[in-house]
């Protein structure tokens, strides 16, 4: 094996897994069991497992389809529209999330119609955590499912369409199990992004505990005052967020 | 990357990395050997201080040619994380006494803190004052959206402290991780109050309105500064404690609506 590539993957490896090293060397390790069973950390645990899932619920929704449409329709735009859709991926997410403010809050240009005709509100509310995390991995699952479309064989779908399937037959019944492994990276990744989100979250639906204070807020206001009990956060998301993400890729990925 | 999250990397790296961190780096070391001081003196400020410690700088630097000033604005309770985490800052200026004892505990200040401003809140208001609201109780008034900040923090305690001696019961829909992140929140006219210091709704005074109330007199803050203890440039950190007592800056605080020590 060529040291030119083992040497530097090598350093990649340390310098991702040295931080986290640095997480469990300085997490309070005498006090865990009563940190962890505060029930704040517990409800901001749930509040974002829970508007993670829902985020990639929402981004499947419509994330997929937008996917189809990039990877299998040829229309004028197309090179802008697939730019579009990464400008969350490049944008901060404060800054995505004082967007997300200017659209869908009080005075946004569809909050104030929302709010006068459905008498819906979405800052400061877990639909706009949703929302929020949602707009910030959405790009994580278009390129990810885009990607394993343009590499699918078209063949099986042309065969599929001249034995007389639909056309949604056949995405349902040919084109999704195609494209299955990518669809499930794209979620993972969609779903990871979800979970970490910071931003946005603080910036559209604001902080508070049991609605809209998710993991990483509270593990940054708890940096304010008390760095152990930051870590201590940090690393219950991190364990739950690996054990599902393992437990996921052994069920879905294994073929991947 | 935003403000915000250099912020939170800043800390997590600090963190992580209090051995890489030492002082006495390859930043310009700055010195006073002629009785000039000069290189770079590095400030951390509470947010609140923002617009008057950027102007406080830059009249700092005209004075003594030769220096420049750098500015880290963030959460009082943040910046003394960070300094106990081995930050390699100059100056801590906290928008509270506990925060500014956080940092002195650890041993970490250069002599005793001192005070140099004081300030207060005020209910800051979107411009139109759409909610009506012209006291503390109209806070607890179903309908009205209140930002105020966590408790972590000077302005969230201030808030408490206030709210509580007031019997003001009032559940805000977010609690803001610093003054500026709230204020921000009644710019965009997303919530209808937001319980601020003075001085913040003066440096906004084009989108917000602040709103006087007697019960702010309960919890003044009281503002302190310190040098530091491992300040890369020692002389500087003296120099700009002593300059921010000086008549000329005094007189750029009370502009900016704080009150004398």
Redesign the interface.
């Known amino acids: 094996m060529p040291a030119a590539l083992l040497i530097p993957a090598g350093l990649g490896l340390l310098f991702l897994v040295l ?1 986290l090293a ?2 469990l060397i ?1 997490a309070p390790w005498t006090t865990l069991p009563e940190r962890l069973t505060e029930p704040g950390a517990l409800t901001a645990l749930r509040l974002s497992v829970q508007t993670a899932t829902l985020a990639t619920a929402l981004c499947l929704l419509l994330g997929v389809p937008l996917a189809w449409v990039l990877a299998r329709v040829e229309f004028p735009g197309r090179r802008l529209v697939r730019a579009l859709v990464t400008v969350p991926l490049v944008l ?4 995505g999330g ?1 967007a997300l ?2 659209v869908f ?3 946004g240009l569809l909050g104030g119609w929302l709010d006068s005709t459905f008498g819906v509100t979405l ?2 509310t877990t639909t706009g955590v949703v929302l929020a995390e949602a707009f910030v991995a959405m790009p994580f699952l278009v390129i990810a499912v885009e990607g394993a479309l343009r590499a699918a064989d078209h063949r099986f779908e042309e065969a599929a369409a001249t034995l007389g399937a639909s056309r949604w037959t056949t995405f349902t019944h040919v084109t999704l199990p195609l494209v299955a492994p990518g669809l499930a990276a794209g979620a993972v990744l969609c779903w990871a992004r979800a979970l970490g989100e ?2 946005a979250t ?2 559209f ?5 049991g609605r ?2 998710t993991m990483p807020l509270a593990v ?2 708890a ?3 008390d ?1 152990e009990s ?2 201590v956060l940090s690393l219950v998301l991190l364990v739950v967020s690996v054990g599902i993400l393992v437990a996921l890729r052994d069920r879905w990925m294994t073929t991947a | 990357m935003s403000a915000r999250a250099t912020r939170t990397a800043m800390a997590v790296v600090m963190a992580l990395t209090v051995a890489g961190c030492a002082a006495g780096d390859d930043r310009a070391a700055g010195g006073a050997a002629d009785g000039r001081i000069t290189g770079a003196v590095t400030v951390f400020a509470a947010a609140s201080l923002t617009e008057s410690f950027r102007r406080i700088g830059k009249d700092f630097e005209a004075a003594n040619p030769g220096s420049t000033v750098t500015l880290n604005v963030a959460g009082s309770s943040a910046l003394a994380n960070q300094i106990n985490q081995g930050a390699p800052a100059d100056v801590f200026a906290s928008a509270a006494p506990a925060n500014m004892a956080t940092v002195t505990k650890a041993g970490n200040a250069e002599g005793a803190p001192t005070t140099f401003a004081r300030n207060q809140l005020v209910i800051a208001v979107p411009r139109g004052n759409p909610g009506g609201v012209t006291g503390l109780a109209d806070l607890s008034r179903p309908g009205v959206k209140v930002a105020l900040c966590a408790d972590q923090v000077p302005c969230g305690a201030a808030a408490r402290t206030v709210l509580d001696a007031a019997g003001v019961a009032l559940t805000p829909v977010t609690l803001e991780q610093d003054v500026k992140g709230a204020l921000a929140k009644v710019k965009l006219g997303e919530v209808d109050a937001a319980l601020v210091y003075r001085t913040d709704t003066r440096a906004a005074s084009a989108d917000v309105t602040g709103v006087e109330f007697p019960e702010s007199a309960r919890a003044v803050n009281d503002y302190p500064i310190v040098a530091l203890k491992d300040a890369p440039n020692p002389d500087g950190a003296r120099a700009f404690v002593a300059y921010v007592r000086s008549a000329p800056a005094q007189a750029v605080l009370a502009e900016a609506g704080f009150q004398a020590p």
Do not use: H, K, M, S
């Not at chain 1, 901060?92 to 800054?95: A, T």
């Open positions: 931080p640095g997480l300085r901060p997410p404060v800054v004082v403010l200017l809050g009080r005075r800052p400061f910071f931003g603080i910036t639906a604001g902080n508070y505990p809209t204070q940054y206001l940096l304010e005052t760095l930051a870590i």
